[in-house]
């Protein structure tokens, strides 16, 4: 059995950022952004089933999903929103379950930013929480992505809590300072998780 290590944390928090330097060390990783990206490549049942509900308006013109035309149509509608849910959920999970048995590395790091938002937290044997306040989480979004401060701030509105995460975390990854200070938290995690795998707890 893999040993599953769960990366979560809010939008801009620095999950891209901590998941990398696990790369770094060799360790495998399982995105579920990409997964959500990958069920829905032309030709997929997944599209096929979208296609067929809300018509070609949710399809650019070279026909892959038009993701922001889709958020639109499903916005202010509850039983689509829960139909599309429904559809994806399974298609997801059992990807997402192929991927992590068929990785190869001491453990595995399963980037899950809606961990516990999805309730997601008993498929890992640790939740591990990259965290820093709000107005960081802002800023560094804004500069990454040079989007408006109102969206940032309605995608915060969707998220869990900053309590109601950190209450899920077996370990926290406090990321307000540098990113030397990261590192060096990092290569101590690693460490214990390594341990961790190596004892099978
Ligand atoms: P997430 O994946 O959680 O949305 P990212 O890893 O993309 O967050 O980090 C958000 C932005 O903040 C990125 O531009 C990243 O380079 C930057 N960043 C991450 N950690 C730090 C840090 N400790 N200090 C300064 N900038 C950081």
Known sequence: MQYIVALTGGIGSGKNTVANAFAAFGIPLVDADVIAREIV???????????????????????????????????????????????????????????????????????????????????????????????????RTLRRDGVSRELVENILTTQVSRQRRLACADDVIDNSGCPEKLTERIAILHQRYLAFSAAGS
């Not at 429904?86 to 961990?115: D, N």
Request: aromatic fraction near 6%.
């Open 41 to 139: 490549e032309p030709d997929s049942p997944v599209l096929h089933a979208i296609k067929q509900r809300f018509g070609s308006a949710v399809l650019t013109a070279s026909g892959l999903l038009d993701r922001a035309a889709l958020r639109a149509r499903i916005f202010s509608c509850p039983e689509e929103k829960s139909w599309l849910n429904g559809l994806l959920h399974p298609f997801i999970q059992r990807k997402t379950e192929q991927e992590l048995r068929s990785a190869r590395g001491p453990y595995v790091l399963w980037m899950a930013p809606l961990l516990i938002e999805n309730n997601l937290q008993q498929h890992a044997n640790r939740v591990l929480v990259v965290d820093v306040d709000r107005e960081v989480q802002i800023v």
